[in-house]
């Protein structure tokens, strides 16, 4: 009877202690963060979609980032953070690869940041297709008649007050150029071995923006980066000496 007493209290006493250490491991357990959300770079912006399980929430915040660890910054707020499907519009994008993460605030003061997506190509958009000088002159047509203006720098001047015909003489290159869908593409195979950058200016020399590495082989950059329609120009440079230096079209219409 002693030797069942025991058999009890011992059985009782490893019940004690394995619950003690289960509650111990929920109580450190990491918090949970958002599912796998999506970011698609579309045209004229970054769509990102997320669905989410939480309820009692304040607000949630989107934070983006040019190098995916450091230098996350606030960009704005997500409407109704208490519904089941959530999306954001990232209307100005960063020149380079944008990485995001969203930052989750609850009523009762705690709060927990999600992982972090790097935006990639929407695939139900083509922009496979390069634009051609064909495709540039037609663009240039249709701006011309929406009354935007679109010469390069040093062409169609007026003489006499009578705007001179732009004759464009103009080849994509290899490295720099615009897609159907509008957005500009960076293509630099070794460029993970071989240190590259590349600055964009307005068609007066005025500069736009630099991207001083480009760490990736291939590169989007949304068409909104560029503020408006016509023509850039952009120089390349590795190790710090000149590559390329030539311009691209961005049109004002695109064709998905």
Do not use: C
């Not at 002693?2 to 357990?29: C, E, Y």
């Not at 995916?68 to 994008?93: A, C, H, K, W």
Request: hydrophobic letters at 40%; glycine letters at 8%.
């Amino acid at each position: 009877m002693k030797q069942l007493s025991r058999t009890i209290l011992f059985a009782v006493f490893l019940v004690f202690i394995t619950s003690g250490f289960s509650v111990k491991a929920q109580t450190t357990t990491t918090p949970p963060v958002f599912p796998d959300f999506s970011a698609l770079i579309k045209t004229g912006k970054i769509q990102l979609d997320v669905l989410s399980g939480f309820r009692d929430v304040k607000y949630i915040g989107v934070q983006r980032s040019l190098d995916s660890v450091l230098n996350f910054s606030t960009i704005g707020l997500i409407n109704n953070p208490n519904e089941l499907r959530l999306s954001y519009q990232d209307g100005r994008p960063l020149p380079g690869s944008n990485y995001y993460r969203l930052f989750v605030q609850f009523n009762n003061g705690r709060y927990l940041y999600s992982k972090i997506v790097l935006a990639v190509p929407d695939s139900t958009i083509d922009g496979s297709k390069k634009l051609q000088l064909a495709d540039v002159k037609e663009a240039i047509a249709a701006a011309k008649e929406a009354g935007v203006n679109t010469t390069s720098n040093g062409t169609g001047k007026e003489k006499n007050g009578v705007p001179k015909e732009e004759k464009i003489v103009w080849h994509p290159s290899n490295y720099v150029y615009t897609t159907a869908d509008g957005n500009v593409n960076i293509k630099l195979p070794d460029a993970p071995t071989k240190k590259y950058s590349v600055k964009f200016f307005e068609p007066d020399g005025s500069f736009l923006f630099e991207i001083g590495e480009v760490k990736e082989p291939f590169l989007i950059l949304e068409k909104a980066i560029f503020l408006h329609a016509g023509w850039f120009n952009f120089e390349i440079y590795q190790d710090g000496k000149p590559y390329e230096k030539w311009n691209l079209f961005i049109p004002l219409n695109y064709r998905n």
